[in-house]
C-alpha cells in the first residue's frame, strides 16, 4: 500500500499563490481552536499565538515552524468561518459548529 506524502515547503509556496495575505482580514477568527458553553457564559480558546487585542499572529512570519497551517490545509479542515475571504465563494464549504455560539453570544452583547 503507497503512503501519500507531500513536501510542506511546496504546499505552503502553493497556497500563498492560490490564496494570497492580501485577502485575509486580520480578523483571528480562524485562530480560535474551540470554543463552548459554561455557566458564565462562552469560553472561546485561542491559539496561544494570537494577540487577542490586536488579532494578529505573534509569530506570523514563521507560524509554520508553529504548526499553523496552510489556507488550502485550513480549508480541508474547516477552520475558517464561513464570511471569511478564503471561503465565502465556496459553496459546500461547512465553518466549525462552534461558530454558530460565537454568533450567538455576539448577537446578545
Known amino acids: ?3 501519500l506524502r507531500f513536501r510542506k515547503n511546496k504546499v505552503i509556496k502553493i497556497s500563498e499563490e492560490l490564496f494570497p495575505d492580501e485577502l485575509c482580514e486580520r480578523c483571528g477568527r480562524c485562530c480560535i481552536l474551540h470554543a463552548y458553553k459554561t455557566e458564565n457564559g462562552l469560553e472561546v480558546v485561542y ?3 494570537l494577540n487577542k487585542e490586536t488579532k494578529l499572529c505573534t509569530v506570523y512570519k514563521n507560524r509554520f515552524k508553529y504548526g499553523c497551517l496552510t489556507v488550502m490545509e485550513g480549508i480541508m479542515a ?3 468561518p464561513k464570511d471569511c ?3 465565502k465563494d465556496l459553496e459546500n464549504y461547512e465553518e466549525p459548529w462552534f461558530y454558530r455560539l460565537i454568533k450567538e453570544e455576539e448577537k446578545n452583547k
Open 1 to 3: 500500500m503507497e503512503t
Open 47 to 49: 491559539c496561544e499565538h
Open 78 to 80: 474547516g477552520v475558517f
Open 85 to 87: 475571504p478564503y471561503v
